[in-house]
């Protein structure tokens, strides 16, 4: 199971949101550059990166940063946030990321969904934020009248490389991830699936392994490390173990 570590960029800083919220937020000493390093240092090759200024401006705001990231590190990343014009696709993997996650824009609009994944094979992620079972979209402001299952039916057949599902009322709540709807998810899935949002201790990451769910193919893992409830030795234990 691949661990991805998270970084999140606003206003050049990491931090972490609760439930999405940006009123919400803790700032971490670490620069994302440094936090990238340390992630490196520790022996992980995935990287799960949003840029939260992007997110809300929708367009490719912290480019430089991933551009320095990619240039300077050896890890496999993708990279969300604001990105809904094929042209910001293209920037993000003229950088040299592994996958770029796209939320709202696809949701809204699923025919730019499915050329994006054919225009770029294998390259777009799709992350399906849902709040109670239906799906939230613009920084979780707008809550939309859809099932995620119901979406997920919708799309299976385009090309998505990747989901990233996130519960967004587990999101950097520490109280562990919502394992029975991403196990729902990934049993309709025609990709592979990555869960998200609630990771509160390495029992977590162990419960994910445990689940010996061959089309669940990783875990992100946020504010538990920020906050040190996950020490990055004893996580980077589990990245071969």
């Not at 934020?129 to 939230?136: P, W």
Request: hydrophobic share 35%; with cysteine.
């Amino acid at each position: 199971m691949k661990i991805f570590p998270a970084i999140d960029i606003k206003d050049k800083k990491c931090v972490r949101l609760i439930k999405g919220d940006f009123d919400n937020k803790t700032e971490y000493e670490n620069s994302p550059i440094d936090q990238a390093r340390k992630y490196q240092d520790h022996g992980f090759k995935d990287l799960h990166i949003v840029d939260l200024d992007g997110a809300l401006k929708g367009r490719t705001v912290n480019l430089d940063i991933i551009q320095e990231v990619v240039r300077k590190y050896n890890l496999k990343i993708e990279i969300g946030g604001g990105i809904r014009t094929l042209d910001s696709i293209k920037k993000y993997l003229d950088t040299g990321v592994d996958k770029v996650i796209l939320g709202s824009a696809a949701i809204k609009n699923k025919e730019f969904l499915k050329e994006a994944c054919e225009k770029f094979k294998n390259k777009i992620a799709l992350g399906l934020d849902a709040m109670n079972g239906n799906l939230s979209v613009f920084g979780w402001k707008e809550n939309l009248n859809i099932k995620t299952l119901d979406f997920l039916k919708e799309i299976n057949s385009f090309g998505v490389s990747r989901i990233i599902y996130t519960d967004i009322n587990k999101d950097g709540m520490k109280t562990s991830p919502n394992f029975n709807d991403t196990i729902k998810i990934a049993e309709l899935s025609n990709c592979p699936v990555v869960i998200s949002g609630g990771v509160s201790s390495i029992n977590d990451i162990k419960k994910a392994k445990d689940l010996n769910n061959k089309k669940i193919e990783g875990i992100i893992i946020g504010k538990a490390i920020y906050d040190g409830d996950i020490k990055l030795d004893e996580l980077a234990k589990e990245i071969n173990a």
